[in-house]
């Protein structure tokens, strides 16, 4: 299967650009830069007292890079609200290129052995671009996010972005920046730890590829936080099971 070649697509999103395609039959992909970005401060997500009594009450069950490829389809299955989706092939396999090179991650909700929401997004330094969430079950997609930002916050990321805003991002805590202030924050993000002559500015067309080192953010920080706390059924794999919702609410409730 045809896909992006990494070093492209991350460096692309080191200087502010994703890639969409029109549809999901399109068989390219254009490159988008807003001229307004969202983004969701990562002390700033809005935990209602129904979200935190749903988180932990673990109607899900919350797992992490536990089925990357699943959410990816999940998200780009029609719905009643979209009827099409950018998610195109070609997008589908660079992102799960990425995901296998440890530069994308997935949160999922599972219901009943079910999976019924969730979302993934890339990783680059202590940066994370939000790509697409979904919810097949009420409230699936809202406690995915939550999961997500106590991850990231457990890990020392400083950046969340979510592309475009929306009124379900914005009642969670999202805003909208100029796409100037948004570069400015992933510039100064991403220039943490970078050695000298890290190609920030590299171009799209593939030229020249970013040049590590970031300081990346630990994905698994979360995990190791929450091991001591989690009481697991006798035989019950956790690998990769997100730590007891009292711990996820705790430090959201900690942060908002």
Not at 23 to 48: C, N, Q, Y
Not at 69 to 84: F, S
Not at 128 to 146: C, P, Q, T
Not at 184 to 199: I, K, M
Request: proline share 6%.
């Amino acid at each position: 299967m045809e896909s992006i070649d990494p070093a492209l697509l991350l460096s692309a999103y080191a200087q502010g650009l994703f890639p969409m395609a029109d549809g999901a039959d399109d068989p390219s992909v254009h490159w988008v830069e807003p001229r307004l970005r969202a983004i969701l401060p990562l002390d700033g997500f809005h935990l209602s007292r129904s979200l935190r009594k749903t988180i932990v009450a673990e109607r899900f069950h919350v797992t992490a890079d536990r089925d990357f490829a699943g959410i990816m389809a999940l998200c780009a299955q029609p719905a009643p609200d979209r009827p099409t989706t950018w998610i195109n092939p070609l997008i589908a396999a660079s992102y799960q290129r990425l995901f296998r090179l440890g530069h994308a991650h997935s949160i999922e909700c599972w219901q009943d052995g079910a999976l019924v929401g969730g979302l993934y997004g890339v990783t680059l330094g202590r940066a994370f671009f939000g790509e697409s969430m979904v919810s097949r079950a009420r409230d699936a997609s809202k406690v995915a996010l939550a999961h997500l930002v106590a991850r990231l916050r457990a890990g020392g990321w400083r950046l969340l972005d979510c592309q475009f805003i929306t009124p379900h991002l914005a009642r969670l805590g999202a805003i909208e920046i100029p796409q100037s202030d948004y570069l400015a924050r992933l510039y100064s993000v991403l220039s943490e730890g970078a050695g000298e002559g890290a190609a920030l500015g590299a171009g799209a067309d593939g030229a020249a590829p970013v040049s590590p080192p970031f300081v990346a953010g630990d994905w698994g920080a979360l995990d190791a936080l929450g091991a001591d706390l989690a009481v697991s059924d006798a035989g019950a794999d956790r690998s990769t099971s997100s730590p007891p919702g009292y711990v996820i609410a705790q430090l959201l409730t900690n942060t908002s």
